[in-house]
């Protein structure tokens, strides 16, 4: 009986909780601190989350369709300094098209693997992050890049212009996300992505290409880490060869908060969104409280666990296992 009573429950949590929570800590920071809500507060965090953001944009579909993408740290580093590098070598305008190649050479080798090798994605990409780290230190000769004449090029546009008042990274992240919103909600490959993470030996004997798909979503991931490096590179106008080391955990941490199962076959773009959100007003509402940076680590984790939680409790139909 207690079981069947947590039902209700747990189906509310399911569908809703991360709205829930994203209110809750909302409303705790602003009562706590009135620059919380302030319009600049809010837009500087918005602004801040964007280039994360958008990387998790692309790890959703990765997860949705069972898999994982520990490589994007790496591959970030990678995009920013080669792009920066070909900045002065070939021009902006040949520079970023052959970035984004490079990358989504890099994203189609791991989907090859993963998805036609059909080898384990934790291990390939794991090993990814090693070797991108170790190529992208070779390509650099170990050095940091910047942008030697940075008063006469339009490539700051991407990290630090505006249209119509609107920085231009938080459009980026809303257009892009509201592209993939649609394309993984409202289309064929869409469903596809979601069978293909939910029963993969169902998928296939019903003729979704399993393999083909997960190509796809790495392609797709490695797309938005490139655009990522780019208004990474962007903004800072140089950058050393490590920005995106660690990355890689924050972008899966939201993703988990958003919603999105690491069994694969559940999650939407809408509320990885929500979990980016939440991460960067959860690390500034402590600052602004207070609290060292270091506190935003334990905190998180805490919430990640919540949230791994709540999704196996949801998939079974209670709280706890039976023992």
């Given amino acids: ?77 990678f995009a920013t300094i080669v792009v920066l590098d070909l900045h002065d070598q070939i021009g902006v305008t040949l ?14 080798f791991i989907g090859y693997l ?10 390939v990409t794991l090993g990814m992050l090693s070797a991108i780290h170790g190529l992208t230190l070779m390509y650099s000769g170990g050095k940091n890049m910047d942008i030697a004449d940075k008063s006469g090029t339009w490539f700051s546009f991407f990290g630090q212009g505006e249209v119509l008042g609107v920085p231009v990274p938080i459009l980026l992240f809303v257009l892009l996300a509201a592209f993939l919103g649609i394309l993984l909600a409202r289309t064929p490959f869409g469903r596809k992505v ?21 190509f796809s979503c790495y392609l797709i991931s490695a797309f938005c880490v490139a655009t990522a490096g780019l208004m990474q590179a962007s903004r800072s106008m140089g950058s050393q060869n490590t920005v995106g080391q660690g990355l890689e955990l924050e972008v899966l941490a939201a ?36 609290y060292p940076f270091y506190v935003q680590f334990v905190i998180t984790w805490i919430i990640i666990i919540l949230a791994v939680w709540l999704d196996i409790a949801v998939k079974r139909g209670k709280f706890w296992a039976s023992i």
Wanted: positive net charge.
């Fill in 1 to 77: 009986m207690a079981n069947l009573a947590n039902k209700p429950i747990l189906t509310i949590l399911g569908k809703h909780g991360i709205l829930i929570a994203f209110v809750v800590f909302m409303v705790i920071f602003a009562l706590a601190n009135s620059r919380f809500v302030s319009i600049g507060n809010l837009e500087s965090v918005v602004r801040s989350s964007a280039i994360l953001g958008v990387m998790a944009l692309g790890v959703t579909f990765v997860v949705i369709s069972g898999n994982l993408d520990l490589s994007v740290g790496s591959m970030m580093s």
């Fill in 95 to 108: 520079a970023i098209p052959t970035m984004y190649l490079m990358v989504l050479a890099l994203g189609g």
């Fill in 114 to 123: 993963v998805g036609y090798l059909r080898l384990n994605s934790l291990i």
């Fill in 194 to 214: 979601y069978a293909v993470g939910g029963n993969p030996t169902a998928a296939i004997f019903s003729g979704v290409p399993r393999a083909r798909t997960v």
């Fill in 255 to 290: 993703v988990i908060l958003g919603g999105a199962s690491l069994l694969g076959g559940s999650g939407t773009i809408f509320k990885t969104v929500i979990g980016v959100l939440m991460l960067g007003f959860i690390q500034n509402g402590l600052l602004l409280m207070g």
